[in-house]
C-alpha cells in the first residue's frame, strides 16, 4: 500500500511540473476508465474490465488530478484542450460506480429486509463491517487480522488423488459456527489458498473456514466435482470438534464454479443438511447458459461447459440437467444468498435473478443482490467497491443463518 501511494504521489508531482506527462496521465486514465462501460472482448482483457470498476475511486483521483493539470496546459493548444477533454471523459467514467452506489446498496437493504425481516442483523459480531462502503478502506485495504492457520489437511482420495483443505479458526479457542468455501475457476483451475483474505477476514469474526479442494476438469468431469464437495462435508462433520466447528451451523459458499456446487451440495435431495447457502455468481442452468451466451464471451463458455461435462446438452441432456442447480429447486431449501455482478459477461446476472425467483417459488428465503457496475469475480480485488457491499451484506446475512 505504502509503494502504491508512492507511486501515485510521483506522478502527481511529475504532472504538475510536466505537462507532456499530464498528457500522459491523461490518456491512461481514460485508457483504464473506458473499461467500466466496455466489455471485454476476450479472456486476456478481462482482468480491466473486473478490476477497474473497483478501483474507481483510485481512476476517480487520477483523472481529477489529469484534468487539472490538462486545464493548466491550455497553451500547449490542441493538445491541452485534448488532454482536458480525455479527462473529462475519464473522470466520469470512473464516477459511474460511485454514483449508483447509494441505489445499489438501497436495492440490497430492501431485498435483505423483506428476505429476513427488519431486525435481521441482530447477531452481528462487533467487529463487523459498519457500511457497505468506505472510501478510505478503497485505499488503505481491509483489515486481515491473524488468525490460526492450518494447511494441507488431507480428506479424501478418490481415484488416488489426495485432496486437502485448510482450516482458518478465530484467534480464541471456541465452538464456532462454520463456513465451507468452494474456489471458483470454470472447474478446471484454482486451489483451496484463493480468496485467503475473505477466509481470515470471516474467522476473525467467528467462523471457523474450511477451504477445500476438488477434482478439476478435463480429466476429471461431473459429478467428480460434487462427490467431493460431499466429501468435504462429511470430513467436516466428522473432524468438527476437532476444529472447534459446530456442525449444525454450517454454510456453504462459493463463488463461480463454486457456487455452483455450492448449491448442488446444498440442494439435491440426499444432501447433508445445511444451515445456509452463499452463492457469487454462480451458474445455475448449464443447459440454458449454453445456448444464451452473454456478449461477448471473454471465457468461451460452450468449450468450459464441455470440458466440465465432456460434451453439449445434446449429447449428455441428463448430465445437464443433474448439474444444474435450478433443477433441483422443487421443494424449500436452506436459505440462500445470491450475489451477482450487473455487467457480468461469464455467467449473467439474469440467471442468478431467475435463481431467487425459483427459490422464493417454493418457500425458500433468498435475497437476491446485483451489483449493477460490477464484472464477474469482482471480489478479486478485496477491497474493491462491489467486495465492500457484497461482504458487509454476506456478514449479516450468515450471521442471521448460523449465530
Sequence with gaps: MKKRLAL?????????????????LSAIGLFLSVWIVVPAPNFSL?????????????????????AIVAFKSLKLGWLGYGALASSVVALTLSSLPLIQLPKAVQNAEAAMVQALGQDYAAKLPDNSRPQPFVLLDAFRGLPTPEVRYTPDIPFARPDGVELKLDVYRPPQPGRYPAIVMIYGGAWREGNPRLNADFNRYMAARGYVVWAISYRLAPRYRFPAQLEDVRSA??????????YETDPDRLALMGRSAGGHLAMLGAYKPDATPVRAVVNYYGPVDLTVGYYDLPKPDPIDSRTVLRTFLGGSPEEFPDLYRAASPINDVTRPLPPTLLIYAGRDHLVQAKFGEQMGDRLRSYGTIAPYIEIPWAEHAFDAVFNGVSNQLALYYTERFLAWALR
Excluded: K
Design 46 to 66: 478481462l482482468p480491466f474490465g473486473v478490476a477497474t470498476p473497483e478501483l474507481s475511486p483510485w481512476l476517480l483521483g487520477l483523472n481529477a488530478i489529469a
Design 8 to 24: 501515485f504521489g510521483s506522478l502527481i508531482l511529475a504532472a504538475i511540473f510536466s505537462p507532456i506527462v499530464a498528457l500522459l
Design 233 to 242: 462435508i462429511t470430513f467436516v462433520r466428522q473432524h468438527a470438534a476437532e
